[in-house]
């Protein structure tokens, strides 16, 4: 069972930098063949690319245990990213995961967990806001 007391607990934070390389491989792992995202030195961040580095930091399902997350019963629900700036390659982003919400359906067969990451650039602009809901099922 997931232990509703984590709720507004703060999960993880780390920095990554938006590197170029990266960038050009995602375009190429999405297919996307626009130019604008693989060429020149300031390449935009595509939609869903924050996602990605928010899973890059060292052990990202560290705190699962800990608020009751099983990893073999975990399914994604969902996930949404509002953007309020863009952002470039080149650009070191904080990223800050806080546990949102916590509640249970079908009597209790399925277990929700909303998760909300506040990204800011290294000056504290807010950058974006990243949101999952992880359902864990039982039975």
Same mark, same amino acid.
């Given at each position: 069972m997931i232990d509703r007391k984590h709720i507004g607990r703060i %999960?993880?934070?780390h920095q990554a930098e938006v590197e170029r390389g990266r960038l050009r491989l995602f375009a190429k792992a999405i297919g996307e063949t626009d130019r604008r995202w693989t060429e020149g030195e300031r *390449? $935009?961040? $595509? $939609? +869903?690319f924050l996602?990605?580095?928010d899973m890059e930091r060292h052990? $990202?399902?560290?705190?699962? =245990?800990?608020v009751g997350l099983e990893l073999p019963k975990v399914l994604h629900g969902e996930q949404s990213f +509002?953007?309020?700036t863009p952002c470039h390659s080149g650009d070191v982003l904080s990223f800050e995961t806080r546990i949102e919400d916590i509640y249970d &359906? &079908?009597?209790g067969a399925l277990e929700f967990l909303v998760k909300s990451t506040r990204v800011s650039s290294l000056l504290g602009e807010h950058v =974006?806001? *990243?949101r +999952? %809901?992880? %359902?864990q099922r039982h039975g």
């Open positions: %999960v993880s934070r *390449l $935009p961040v $595509p $939609p +869903t996602f990605c580095l052990d $990202p399902y560290d705190w699962y =245990a800990e +509002t953007y309020m &359906k &079908k009597g =974006a806001d *990243l +999952t %809901v992880i %359902v």
